[in-house]
């Protein structure tokens, strides 16, 4: 019992926070989360920071196993990553100005669920729908 107790402490020593900052502008242009794409590893988390005001993140897509999952406006909100497969968000007041972001965690699991779901969501975009597929590019296959 103690070795396992050791395991986990060990595991989650090793766990990254991840912080994305919800911009008005950055690298990307206007309305980005930065970063936007990110590859973790189960048992780290996500820490969504408002930079700027009038901004929360909320899934759209997520693993097997996970709840999907909404920030409240102006607030830090932290989403943990217990499962393999993708999360691909939104800020929900900039949706139609391609405010998303993907997080990939180990493997792609999730991958039929998030190319249907990807689609209907490229349709709500009607500044920078490109967005969606530069993020699906950066998805890993097992």
């Given at each position: 019992m103690a070795s396992i107790a050791l395991l986990l402490a060990c595991?989650?020593?090793?766990?990254k926070d991840w912080?994305?900052?919800?911009l008005n502008y950055?690298?990307?242009g206007s309305m980005t989360f930065e970063p936007s794409f990110i590859q973790a590893q189960i048992g780290d988390s996500v820490t969504?920071?408002?930079t700027h005001s009038g901004h929360n993140a909320q899934s759209y897509v997520v693993p097997k196993g996970d709840q999907q999952w909404k920030s409240p406006i102006d607030k830090a909100y932290t989403v943990l990553l217990?499962?393999?497969?993708?999360h691909f968000y939104y800020c929900p007041p900039h949706l139609m100005m391609?405010?998303?972001g993907m997080i990939q965690v180990g493997n792609a699991l999730n991958m039929e669920t998030l190319n249907?779901?990807?689609k209907r969501l490229r349709s709500k975009v009607a500044l920078k729908p490109e967005r969606v597929d530069a993020l699906l590019q950066q998805v890993t296959l097992p």
């Open positions: 595991t989650s020593s090793f766990a912080q994305v900052q919800m950055g690298n990307e969504f920071v408002p217990n499962n393999e497969g993708v391609g405010m998303i249907k779901k990807s």
